[in-house]
């Protein structure tokens, strides 16, 4: 495997933010002639740094940029995984530097299925290129089923309420049980993805 990940989480405090800074050069420089590649994964804080809640997308992005504005071809990562930080943001930071970032999601906490199916269409929408799930797709009734029809509503095949019924449907003739209802399972309850209905 030659693909390595570094993980950083911006903090408002100028010590602990150099701290990881300082640290993503040391991994660049472990990098270094190795022939490896790397994504760089990004957290939103989950702690009060003194930011409000509002601004917390535009400090996230401004924090990328800067960290990534020095780096050489050669250092850049392959992708960026964050969180959706809503519709505006995600656009914002997908048109930094298009040809040279290319922007993925990571999927959160488990939520409903239109949940899921939601954040994989906004955030395609709004210029991400890859989605990376963890617990969406791992705690779903049917896995494979469930990335289908991501494809699906990526590809504009179906939309977001479509494919919930769909993936029940799946679930029916399978004889699996869903975890919930399907009236429970089409609400989106992540709020970030409400301003982009």
Not at 178 to 187: A, G, N, R, S
Request: aromatic content about 8%.
């Amino acid at each position: 495997m030659d693909l390595g990940l570094y993980s950083i989480t911006f903090s408002n405090d100028l010590e602990r933010d150099l701290d990881s800074l300082t640290g993503f050069l040391g991994f660049l420089n472990d990098l270094s002639g190795t022939g490896l590649r790397y994504f760089l994964e990004v957290f939103n804080p989950q702690i009060d740094i003194g930011i409000d809640q509002e601004k917390l997308p535009e400090y996230v992005n401004d924090c990328i940029v800067r960290c990534l504005a020095g780096l050489t071809q050669e250092d850049r990562p392959l992708f960026l995984k964050m969180p959706f930080n809503g519709p505006q943001a995600m656009e914002e930071l997908c048109q930094y530097h298009p040809s040279h970032l290319i922007v993925g999601v990571l999927g959160g906490g488990k939520g409903t299925t239109q949940d899921t199916f939601e954040l994989v269409r906004q955030s395609e929408k709004y210029g991400a290129r890859v989605a990376l799930f963890g617990r969406k797709i791992n705690l779903a009734e049917a896995p494979l089923q469930l990335v289908t029809l991501m494809r699906a509503v990526i590809r504009g095949d179906m939309n977001t309420r479509e494919a919930v019924k769909a993936y029940h449907a799946h679930l029916g003739e399978k004889g699996i049980r869903p975890k919930l209802e399907l009236e429970e399972d089409q609400q989106v309850t992540e709020t970030v993805l409400l301003t982009g209905l």
